[in-house]
């Protein structure tokens, strides 16, 4: 591992300080791209235009006047937090602008597969839809949008992933990756798409005369939901998206959040009025998801749409019980992955540019999160498989991976399709996640066809695991109002929480619950508690660290711990 410490321009930090930032703060922001205090401006007026998205004008037309011939509408979701909390907007958000028929569907993982498909466009007409709305999905969808078409029902592609080499020939798209969109959020989530139409779609009742300014329905209201789906998705948080975030978090905080969100905190242990981005990405997010991949994400959604307190206590629980199960899951495939890995170990005591790992009793719900684990692990592209569980697609094998900086997953899938065509059945995704559904018989293929383009891609810089840090933390900031401080700003991916690196002295150091590291360091000269998830191994006595402030309430006394992140040894 190599610690590099970030570039804070001096000129940066010294204006940002003379904006009134706090001087930690300064550097952090800086550090991080942030040259002027309006940059950190997160006003609502601040969004990116709703016009600007390619699609959303037509978008706001088409659904007026769905609303106006009180056409049934139906949105097709996702089964990820992304797609729920996009679907649960939706169907907010146009009750509030006046549809009165307006229901969802959302696939099964295992048995209907991703997107919207054939069969999901025809039980889409069946319910007696006019309208058919996808959210999160629907832009790789060529087969299922032309389904729909040919039924009779109008299509509405809501979508932020990458599209193929053919679009759907769908009513509308909107799609900030679609060509020629110029929209420059490139990495806002479903749920932030949903919204933006939403936006839209307000905008064009107004000019219908349908509201005034003054009494248009307040869709402020789904912030939080938009805030939940965006972190939880792990998309870049660029400035609008930091946006969304922070206008959500300032009304969890206030208590202005929906009942199935209130009670998501409650089952997770957490306050809402204390409510950070790691409360999204590592307690709700995941008790969301899990419904995805091991049960059926209607409980979710239910979750995210009840304004019934009671109900959504009991829902939130339900979702807290298969979360629980989906740990116990993942970790025992995580340490057969684990042992299949170091199986792959070369003879010179390295491991593949790529790996790709497979067992029978792998759980297809689950494999995204154990490929995350495993390039985390080993920091290489890693893909996981497990067989289909779909009826009739024994045969099939489910895969989803995670990537290394300087290694696009989705193109380097495609490049393997080029080349060998017909391993890929179907494939999308990222540049740093995608899935893909090959044969059974052509996993050594696949495994190999991987790690040739792997190796023409990566080099020994690349395959060398590196963090960035921000350095040394001076002593007189180690303190627990700021690490509250820090904890309540907006972080995330392409905008990382603050991690301090320096060398420290190890005082002392055991093991807790058989797999955490439990420290007591010595800091600039002072004795400080430290935590290291996750890791066994032990330290030397001196050891440079890469960590992270946080506060641990004990026996009601709060105080502060380093949560270390990683080692440079």
Known sequence: MQLIERDAPPRAVW??????????????YAARGVNHRDQLDDALARLLAPAGLLGNPQAAVLLADAIAQNQRICIVADYDCDGATACAIGLRGLRLLGASQVSYLVPDRVVDGYGLTPPIAQRVK????????TVDNGIASVEGVAAARALGLQVLVTDHHLPGAQLPQADVIVNPNQPGCSFESKSIAGVGVMFYVLLALRTELRQRGLYTTENQPKLDTLLPLVALGTVADVVRLDANNRRLVAQGLRRVRAGALPAGMAALFEVAGRHPALATTFDFGFALGPRL???GRLADMTLGIECLLTDD???ALELARMLDGINRERREIEGDMREQAMRIADALMQQDDTMPAALCVFDPDFHEGVVGIVAARLKDKLHRPSFVFAASQAPGK????????????????RD???LVA?????VLLRFGGHAMAAGCTIAKDHL???EQALAQVAQEWLDEATLTRKLETDGALPREYRRTDMAELLQREVWGQGFAPPTFSEEVEVLSQRLVGHKHLALKLKHQGDPVDGIWFGHSDPLPARVKLAFRLETDDWQGVRRLRLLVEAAEL
């Open 418 to 422: 080029k080349r060998h065509p017909g």
């Open 412 to 414: 380097a899938l495609d």
């Open 126 to 133: 069946d319910s007696g839809a006019d309208l058919l709305i």
């Open 309 to 311: 307190p009671t109900r």
């Open 15 to 28: 204006a940002l300080e003379q904006a009134g930032l706090h001087p930690l703060l300064a550097r952090l």
């Open 444 to 446: 050594a293929l696949f």
């Open 289 to 291: 998801n899990a419904a």
């Open 394 to 409: 024994g045969h099939e094998l489910k895969g989803s991976g995670r990537s290394i900086a300087g290694f696009h997953l």
